[in-house]
């Protein structure tokens, strides 16, 4: 019976010291831990991250307008081009056998003209003169009818035959057009950033243009953004902006927004507009397609006294003020009304209210944040 009371008091005490220990580890997590944080100067920015896409601001696909077999391609991927300049031949054969065609059928129908004019001629005459007779009684009628309607045959002939003049000439203008397109100058100055043919291949234009190559002046590029929706409305043209490239995240490339779209793309049912600005390439540094990190500035403070965001109590990251408590300089506690300005996801601006080395004791409920 002792050995079964010796069991029993032993359970007993390894309860009660259980609840004893676990009372103790509760009440010691509940004890609020404080922190420190310094007044320092740093440069503060609040902007709007986002992806983008490098393209030329100025561009142009050049294509086949007729087809053919390429026989000449003047230009290689990446050459410099100046306006004018030519860059490609279309076999020209076929083109030139159809207008010496219309060449000869515009002759002939030339020569006919010529014909049907002097026939005129003469029809006018015999009706004149008919005419001229049968007043004075000295020709029948019918004579005169006749002279009268053989006269408008050849009125009616010569029309005929130069409208048949007039369709051809459109057909030789239009057959020299085409003769003409055989060879393919650069609309515009720039370089061959893309090149779709190669010679000898042969050319379609029936079902669509064929695009042989793209041209396009390197010199301004424009930044393709993609910013949410939830965003957008955030932004405005004439805003600063900045970019930095994939291979070179340290420099940043500032300038302007130029254009908020009313284009979007729809990734994840995620909307997304498309927001462009320019930058200038003197330097050819940028090439096209390349990725981008873009960021929207929508406030920037250089060299302000901050502190971390956590200075401020959740659900009142908004705040205007707040009383905080200070570490002086004989370690002693004080309360301070301090002001805020402008904010990031990781800092927060000090207006008022502290100068730059102090240290700010933040515990649980120890910051009274108000509103404005």
Do not use: C
Request: proline content about 3%; charged content about 25%.
């Amino acid at each position: 019976m002792k050995r079964g009371h010796y069991i029993i008091a032993g359970l007993v005490f390894l309860a009660v010291a259980g609840l004893y220990f676990g009372f103790i580890h509760r009440a010691k997590t509940v004890v609020p831990t404080a922190s420190f944080h310094s007044v320092r100067r740093m440069d503060l920015e609040d902007a709007i991250p986002s992806l983008g896409k490098l393209e030329p601001a100025t561009y142009v696909d050049v294509g086949a307008q007729v087809s053919g077999q390429l026989i000449a391609l003047h230009v290689a991927l990446g050459d410099t081009v100046k306006k004018g300049e030519l860059l490609a031949e279309i076999d020209p054969r076929s083109h030139k056998a159809q207008v010496d065609a219309d060449k000869a059928t515009l002759a002939n129908l030339e020569a006919i003209l010529a014909e049907r004019r002097a026939n005129l001629v003469q029809t006018r005459r015999n009706h004149a003169r008919d005419a001229s007779l049968r007043k004075q009684n000295a020709a029948s009628e019918l004579a005169a009818q006749t002279s009268e309607t053989a006269y408008k045959i050849a009125q009616a002939q010569a029309q005929a035959v130069e409208a048949q003049i007039r369709q051809a000439k459109a057909n030789l203008e239009s057959n020299e057009l085409d003769l003409s397109y055989t060879r393919i100058y650069a609309p515009i100055s720039g370089t061959v950033v893309s090149l779709e043919v190669k010679e000898g291949q042969t050319l379609n234009n029936k079902q669509a243009t064929p695009q042989l190559m793209r041209i396009a002046e390197l010199e301004v590029m424009t930044v393709w953004a993609s910013v949410s929706e939830a965003d957008v409305n955030k932004l405005r043209p004439g805003m600063d902006v900045y970019f930095t490239t994939v291979g070179d995240t340290a420099t940043r490339y500032y300038t302007k927004v130029q254009s908020i779209l009313p284009s979007y793309t729809r990734e994840n049912d995620v909307v997304l507009y498309n927001v462009t600005f320019d930058v200038k390439n003197p330097d050819m540094l940028f090439l096209p397609a390349m990725n981008v990190q873009v960021f929207f500035v929508l406030a920037q403070a250089r060299g302000a006294l901050s502190l971390p965001i956590q200075v401020l109590p959740d659900g009142e990251r908004d705040a205007e003020r707040a009383s905080l408590i200070v570490i002086t300089a004989n370690k002693r506690e004080e309360r301070r009304e301090v002001a805020f300005g402008m904010r990031t996801r990781t800092a927060v601006e000090v207006k008022s209210g502290l100068e730059e080395g102090d240290t700010v004791k933040i515990t649980a409920g120890s910051s009274r944040a108000r509103r404005k």
